[in-house]
Each structure stands twice: as C-alpha cells, then as structure tokens.
C-alpha cells in the first residue's frame, strides 16, 4: 500500500472521453469506509457487519469525513486513533477529508477559521469535546480560548496523528482519496486541494490510464462502483446509512447500516 503526501501538480493535456472497461484488480482485497461524520453508533454497527462475521481481510481504508454535522466526533477520532495505534498504518489508513483540514485550520487559526468552520459542522464537533461555540462575531481571545480546550481535551498524540493524515494512498489499480481527482492528471501529480476538496470534472470525464478512484465527500444515494469511480459516501449524518466496500480482484461488494 503506497501513500502519496505532498505533491507537485504536473501540466498534461486533456484526454479524450472514453468507455472505462478496466478490471479493478488492488494488490490485495481491502475494506474500505466512507464519510463518518461524528456517527459514532453507525460506525461501530458497520464494523459489526463487515468484520462479525471472522472477515480474513487485514487492511481498512477511511475515506476522511470522521468530524462534524453529526454529534460524536471525539467519539469518532478516539475510536480510529486508538484502533490505528492498535493495529499500525499498514493495517488502517485514514485518509484526511476536507473537514479534517478545516478542523486543523481551527486549531492553526481558531479566530479568523472558526466561524466558517461552525457554519459547515464545527458546531456539533465543538459540543462533542464540551466546548461551547463563540459567536461568530466573539473576539478572537474567545476562539482561542475554545481551541485551547479542544486542544486539551485531544491530547498530544491525537492532534499528531490528525495531522499526519495522508491525502490518498494506492493498491494496485485503486487510488484512494477524499474527493475525487482530476481526471487529467496523472493520480501521482494530483494537487493537494483536489484530493481534499474535489474537482469539477471528476464525475464529468471517465480516465483513461485505467485507475479506479475510490472517493467519499459527494453523497450518492447508494454507495455504486461505475466508469472507473467507487463512490462511499451515504450521508451518514442525515440519512443513518454509512457504507462501506469490500474490494478484491474484480470485484466490489458494499455494506451499508
């Protein structure tokens, strides 16, 4: 399993639509699970159904999303850090979505990131560490003061680990990521603000280097593998439905709550 961090975006020219008739073939079946998003109950339900029944597969893929809108994000970081420091990087990767960025941006810049940061979910991150929100019109020794808190309550190790977060990783023709990717662009010179943000053409071109993407961050009605694209994420937050894939060599089986 090979983990891509920083890169630096490569210019190529825009590749022609086509037909995506490629195999999914990973080095090895692995689980994968999408956006979590403070649902603690459904995560440990779903963990349920995919390993309760003696699953020999070793390796669990989290597509980001695990904090905001839903009301157990503490819940949610202790339950991955603890099974990541358990079980190692090999064995569980978790991937960094765009809600781990804007919850880092808090920690980095509480008072100019924490309003927006509360309107897109923060609100309910805040109450799961027992920190009441600021006004978004406080002064920034409020928002400080409710970093701090947060920052307390995470701990040391935890906040390492949260922003030690990879962008993606790869198993054989499997590219994992938050959001998506640009479609023309080779999946090792993608940009660091599309894999955590997305990119207007993902769901609009079909690649041609026969990669499959396997994404959370748009929510789909039901978690579907079609023209070279794995999509997971089934608005756990609103819906009560978190999905998970089981993928192997031709093949992808889903799991939802």
Not at 150 to 168: I, K
Not at 210 to 223: D, E, K, N, R, Y
Request: net charge negative; hydrophobic share 40%.
């Amino acid at each position: 399993m090979r983990l891509f961090s920083r890169r630096k975006p490569a210019p190529t020219l825009a590749r022609p639509c086509r037909v995506f008739d490629t195999p999914i073939a990973p080095e090895a079946p692995f689980w994968a699970i999408g956006d979590v998003h403070g649902c603690a109950g459904l995560l440990d339900g779903l963990f349920d159904r995919m390993f309760g029944q003696g699953s020999p597969v070793s390796t669990l893929i989290m597509l980001g999303d695990y904090v905001d809108r839903g009301d157990d994000s503490l819940q949610v970081l202790r339950r991955l850090h603890g099974i990541h420091a358990e079980l190692g990087h090999k064995a569980v990767v978790c991937l960094r979505g765009n809600h781990e960025q804007m919850f880092i941006d808090f920690l980095d810049r509480p008072d100019t990131t924490g309003p927006r940061w509360i309107r897109h979910g923060g609100l309910q991150t805040l109450a799961s560490f027992g920190v009441p929100a600021p006004r978004s019109s406080a002064e920034p020794a409020q928002w400080i003061e409710a970093r701090d808190r947060v920052r307390e309550t995470m701990g040391a190790p935890m906040e390492r680990w949260l922003r030690a977060l990879p962008s993606s990783c790869m198993s054989g023709n499997v590219f994992a990521c938050h959001a998506g990717a640009d479609p023309a662009r080779s999946v090792e010179h993608q940009d660091e603000s599309v894999l955590t943000w997305g990119h207007a053409d993902f769901e609009k071109e079909v690649r041609d280097d026969g990669i499959w993407v396997l994404h959370g961050h748009t929510i789909v009605t039901t978690a579907n593998a079609t023209s070279g694209r794995i999509a997971l994420d089934t608005g756990a937050y609103a819906t009560g439905k978190l999905s998970a894939a089981l993928i192997e060599p031709g093949n992808v089986t889903f799991v939802s709550t």
